[in-house]
């Protein structure tokens, strides 16, 4: 890649990866979309529709083998994300990631060596991060207004049941993911953010140190495919699944925060994929509970009373947004509302600039390990009852590099 050229990307997964169109197209002056790779060749049209010259390829591997493409944005189901990645970088392409990175031990290692002995940057692309709400908040945390931070709340709860199964009854990944799986399954969304806030390895930051999981049934998924399919289908039986409907995780840091996390795919209700709490000790955040309710913040310094009186109020984050929107947002609100609901295109920007510049890019591998393997060791602990289990140590040689 030239410092003054583009950088030449190839789309890996066609459906997920075409919701990144309209941000691909608002960072030309950064990237140029060479080529997009699917194993159905039916979803090339919309592409086609609008890309006309676009190149297509149902072949990964010989993709790969295109010195024409610098870089590649894996946007496939999860658990062939490591995979992809590890050959991507082998064959010396930079790689942008969808969530999450990994889902067993093993590939967050084998991510993070990769990383280390290609050179090549890798980022995942967790668009939470980058929401203008939760980098207002990290702006607020990293200028001392929460002082000493001492824990924090975060969940994913969305009904993504209708997206488990084919009309055939057959299991789409995500359903099969959860017949063969039973933890935090999704963990980033949640977590991406919160380890922002606590610093969660930057240089003389936080750490993850262990977190302990349980898990509640499967009924939810089980009524779903009973009502679909009838009884007699496997999926209307509760031994068919692994994943029960909510599960539950602590986790406690290095110096000592602690972080409650709750992932659920299953159960019927609005969704909440926003719920991010955090205390500290001169303040504290509370998430909305249903769209359309305001995030409050409480801070010492701004109050006239003090905490233990009982006479304090909340206050609507939003109120602060003067005085501590985040500079990426201040900069370019109005371009990254116009192409994403989340922080896709500071995703996209960030990823091209870290490569060109030839640094770490933000959510680097060891961030993205460090969420991502929540999955694995959630599981780990849920089958033995809870038990705790220490989180390996990723980042060991980030700031040797």
């Not at 066609?14 to 030309?28: H, M, P, V």
């Not at 002056?29 to 159905?40: F, G």
């Not at 590939?107 to 050179?119: A, I, K, M, R, S």
């Amino acid at each position: 890649m030239s410092a003054h050229h583009p950088l030449r990307l190839a789309v890996i997964g066609g459906n997920r990866g075409f919701s990144y169109a309209r941000t691909i197209d608002a960072l030309k002056e950064h990237i140029e979309l060479k080529v997009v790779c699917d194993l159905d060749e039916n979803v090339f049209g919309k592409w086609k529709e609008r890309y006309p010259d676009i190149q297509t390829s149902t072949n990964y591997e010989k993709l790969l083998d295109d010195d024409s493409i610098d870089a590649v944005f894996i946007a496939t189901p999860m658990l062939i994300h490591a995979r992809q990645s590890v050959q991507a970088m082998r064959a010396g392409k930079h790689v942008l990631c969808e969530v999450s990175s990994a889902h067993t031990v093993e590939d967050c290692w084998e991510l993070v060596e990769t990383v280390e002995q290609t050179g090549c940057v890798y980022m995942m692309a967790e668009n939470f991060c980058y929401t203008r709400l939760n980098m207002m908040i990290r702006n607020m945390s990293e200028q001392g207004l929460f002082g000493e931070l001492t824990h924090a709340e975060c969940g994913y709860i969305h009904d993504v049941r209708i997206a488990t199964n084919n009309e055939d009854g057959t299991l789409k990944w995500r359903g099969e993911m959860l017949r063969d799986y039973n933890g935090i399954n999704y963990p980033t969304h949640s977590l991406g953010p919160i380890a922002q806030w606590l610093g969660i390895n930057q240089k003389d930051g936080d750490s993850f140190d262990y977190m302990t999981t349980v898990v509640s049934k499967p009924a939810s998924q089980c009524d779903y495919f009973a009502e679909l399919f009838g009884k007699d289908h496997p999926g209307a039986q509760p031994d068919y699944w692994k994943q029960g409907d909510s599960a539950l995780t602590l986790i406690r840091t290095k110096k000592g925060a602690v972080i409650y996390l709750r992932n659920d795919f299953s159960s019927p209700r609005p969704f909440n994929y926003k719920h991010h709490a955090l205390q500290g000790t001169k303040g504290s955040l509370i998430p909305p509970r249903f769209e359309g309710e305001e995030p409050m913040v409480w801070f010492d310094s701004f109050s006239s009373e003090r905490s233990y009186n009982g006479n304090v109020t909340w206050t609507p984050v939003w109120e602060y947004a003067d005085r501590f929107e985040h500079p990426w947002w201040q900069q370019s609100r109005e371009k990254a509302e116009s192409v994403a609901a989340f922080g896709d295109y500071f995703i996209m920007k960030e990823f091209a600039e870290a490569i060109r510049e030839g640094r770490r890019p933000e959510m680097d591998v060891y961030d993205s390990v460090a969420i991502s393997s929540v999955f694995p060791l959630s599981v780990e602990s849920a089958a033995n009852r809870g038990k705790p289990v220490s989180f390996p140590d990723f980042a060991r040689n980030k700031f040797k590099f």
